[in-house]
């Protein structure tokens, strides 16, 4: 148990590094302050592209300099400008589609899309080293009983997953929450992407546990990190409620479900995925990775 001491100097230490962010100045290049970026933790922390304004190579020499390893939901034609700053494409999109969420392999309307999709995509990324690709489950369809399109998804999938584990590339599957942001997304449980997994039975397909979309869904996240991580691939954040910094505004222990997570020797990808508040967005991406620095 941390002492009263312990938990004010953490406090003091992330305050300082939101302090140093805000004025321009990253934890890497901060006298006094460059422990973060060289002691990163056990984690590989990335970024999603979508959270910030910043144009890319000024975001990835940001990223870089706090220490970050990758960059996230990034199109094929981005790639090689993440891959020359030094990060990882830690998790890249197959192509630039409209309605990306909504059309999933819980329809096999949608399995010859999805699937030429992949197919053009994978090798690209093996190429350009990118290690995984995301996919969705997709939105209901009211003709389609739920363990119809259960079954649905691990027939689609187990089609791509070969050529995935021929090529070193992992497709990752989302959870969404359909409560609040995605209103019809299927795969809106753990369970039900953790029964698509074992369907499918591949270590190149994998769930994209994201923290956030599953605590507004079910909770207990930690329990079911535990109970699921041979079925996930990747981890994104955002705070609880309203997707915004991890810090202590909002109702989720970041710092213990890092150390959950690490503690799993999770070897993938834990990337963050929120909506800034402070005007300098910078501040809250250097608070996040301290914070998941275990």
């Known amino acids: 148990m941390s002492s009263d001491t312990d938990r004010v100097d953490r406090r003091a ?27 990163p933790g056990r984690l590989k922390q990335s970024l999603c592209r979508w959270t910030s304004k910043a144009p890319l190579p000024e975001l990835c020499r940001s990223l870089k300099g706090m220490g970050f390893a990758g960059i996230d939901l990034i199109f094929p034609d981005e790639w090689s400008m993440v891959n020359d700053s030094g990060l990882a494409v830690a998790m890249g999109y197959p192509g630039r589609r409209e309605k990306f969420i909504e ?22 990324a093996q190429r350009a080293g990118v290690k ?14 739920e363990g119809r399109a259960l079954e649905n998804c691990v027939a689609g999938l187990a089609k791509i997953a070969p050529l995935a584990m021929e090529n070193g590339v992992t497709i990752c599957v989302e959870l969404l929450n359909s409560k609040v942001d995605h209103p019809g997304y299927q795969g809106d449980r753990t369970a039900f992407g953790a ?21 507004t869904m079910e909770g207990d996240v930690i329990r079911t990190i535990r109970d699921n ?17 991890i810090d202590d505004t909002q109702e989720l222990n970041y710092r213990a479900i890092a150390t959950a997570i690490a503690d ?18 910078s501040a809250s991406q250097a608070e996040a990775f301290a914070i998941c620095s275990v």
């Open 132 to 145: 995984n690709l995301i996919a969705m489950f997709g939105n209901r369809n009211p003709a389609i009983a």
């Open 13 to 39: 230490a992330l305050a300082r590094i939101v302090a140093l962010a805000a004025a321009g100045v990253t934890p890497a290049l901060a006298a006094g302050a460059a422990a973060p970026a060289k002691t």
């Open 229 to 245: 991580i041979a079925w996930i691939g990747h981890f994104h954040t955002g705070g609880v409620p309203g997707r915004h910094e």
């Open 195 to 215: 029964a698509v997994m074992r369907g499918i039975g591949s270590p190149n397909v994998k769930l994209l546990y994201d923290i956030y979309h599953m605590q």
């Open 264 to 281: 799993l020797n999770f070897a993938g990808y834990v990337a963050h995925e929120f909506s800034p508040t402070r005007p300098d967005a």
């Open 103 to 124: 059309t999933g392999f819980n329809d096999p309307a949608n399995h010859a899309l999805l699937l030429k999709e992949l197919e053009t995509a994978i090798p690209l």
